[in-house]
């Protein structure tokens, strides 16, 4: 079956732009996760929805991140206002109930490059 | 809180050789521990995990990890290294509260010929 899919695979935007990124998780998957990973970095947590509420968003780095799961399917995950310390790997994972012991499945990430 | 230390941000070994990935944790209560696998322009694999129950635990390619609660450590190994677990490795933890993971930040492995 298909995997967690995440598009664009990458995006270059200008310091002051607004992006959006997008991921599409496993058919039936009820919990989805945003992580950032930076250059030589392990990914970094920033928010994680059960069905269509953002279950836990305290890893959010400001107000300029924001994201939604409108249907309880795809996400979108929101950043306004671009900054060059903004530029990393956005991954996405998908897990089937959400526990602490499922397996989180990952997509392939999109690259943000802000100029 | 919860943290992950990966000692040794990259690690060669000769093809054959044991391949050993060192990860400690800190977690106030009992954690899940994960072993994932980067390949370049892939996404994060699951190598293994543990969550309750023995502490050997075995994984996909041939890897395996122990968890030692007295050492707080959960490291990987595979005793014998193919060219094709070249690869970034990392290590994370969970616990029942926290359902997101903490990672640490990664140990490349190199496979030498």
């Known amino acids: 079956g298909a995997g967690v899919s995440q598009t664009p695979s990458n995006k270059v935007t200008e310091k002051g732009k607004y992006v959006e990124l997008r991921c599409d998780p496993i058919?039936?998957?009820?919990?989805l996760y945003w992580y950032r990973q930076s250059l030589g970095q392990g990914p970094e947590f920033l928010i994680y929805f059960q069905g269509t509420g953002a279950a836990d968003d305290s890893g959010l780095p400001n107000d300029r991140f924001f994201a939604v799961r409108p249907e309880g399917s795809v996400s979108t995950l929101k950043i306004q206002r671009t900054e060059r310390g903004d530029s990393a790997v956005y991954l996405c994972a998908s897990s089937l109930t959400g526990t602490s012991t499922d397996t989180q499945y990952f997509g392939p990430g999109t690259r943000l490059t802000v100029l | 809180a919860q943290s992950v230390t990966q000692l040794g941000s990259h690690v060669s070994v000769s093809e054959g050789a044991l391949v050993l990935l060192r990860c400690n944790y800190s977690?106030?209560?009992?954690?899940?521990l994960f072993w994932y696998v980067q390949y370049p322009n892939q996404g994060l694999q699951l190598l293994l995990k543990?969550?309750?129950?023995?502490?050997l635990v075995k994984g996909i390619n041939g890897f395996e990890a122990e968890f030692k609660k007295s050492e707080t450590s959960f490291h990987l190994t595979k005793p014998s290294a193919h060219m094709s677990d070249a690869a970034e490795y990392f290590c994370?933890?969970?616990?029942?509260?926290?359902?997101?993971?903490?990672f640490g930040s990664g140990t490349q492995l190199t496979v030498l010929p």
């Open positions: 977690s106030s209560v009992p954690p899940y």
């Open positions: 058919s039936g998957h009820t919990a």
């Open positions: 543990y969550t309750t129950g023995a502490t």
């Open positions: 994370a933890v969970s616990d029942e509260a926290a359902r997101q993971l903490t």
